[in-house]
């Protein structure tokens, strides 16, 4: 059992590799295996083809990229809570960027992973949507339309980290400049004044 999971995650994290390196319309099972140290048969004792390799790698990076963003908005803490998320989703994005970029690559021509990245999307900006509801509620933040403001937060994180890890843009700031830079942005839109510490 344990040779079997450690065959499966070789299996998965020359994957990974493979498809960085050659693109995963360019990447061959042969080359999985071969990365993998193991033969062309034993790779199919695990996966049926390179999709459904890709498509775990895919839901494994969903999950992590969803629980990093879950954390509720801690009250007396809200910049923090914040800065937390965001330095959390930077983290997780260019650590698993290799699997993300080869991600974006399918969606473009399969309707099923680019409905998986929507769907992440979608649990995002639904979980912003819902601190900034709970935060109106309770008479701690502006008046604003949640769904409005959620939308444009989670797209503007989105598209900072698609520009700087999947696209490359050189940048002169230090991430930890940037998560301070868009938490003070996301505060702002929300609370409508310069956070106090």
Request: hydrophobic share 40%; with cysteine; aromatic share 14%.
């Amino acid at each position: 059992m344990k040779q079997n999971r450690h065959t499966r995650q070789k299996i998965l994290e020359a994957s990974v590799e493979v498809f960085y390196e050659r693109g995963f319309l360019g990447a061959k099972v042969d080359d999985i295996s071969n990365k993998a140290g193991i033969s062309h048969g034993t790779f199919y004792i695990y996966f049926k083809n390179k999709r459904e390799v890709l498509w775990d790698l895919v839901e494994q990076t969903f999950n992590i990229l969803f629980e990093i963003t879950e954390a509720p908005w801690e009250k007396g803490s809200f910049y923090n809570s914040l800065e937390e998320s965001l330095r959390g989703f930077f983290y997780v994005f260019e650590k698993h960027v290799k699997v993300i970029r080869c991600w974006k690559e399918v969606s473009l021509t399969d309707p099923a992973f680019m409905e998986l990245w929507d769907k992440l999307t979608r649990k995002i900006t639904s979980r912003i949507q819902q601190n900034i509801e709970h935060l109106m509620k309770t008479s701690l933040c502006r008046d604003c339309d949640p769904v409005i403001v959620a939308q444009a937060l989670s797209g503007m994180v989105e598209h900072f980290a698609y520009v700087v890890f999947i696209k490359g843009d050189d940048y002169a700031y230090s991430l930890e400049e940037v998560v301070k830079t868009l938490a003070d942005l996301w505060y702002r839109a929300i609370f409508g004044h310069v956070p106090h510490f």
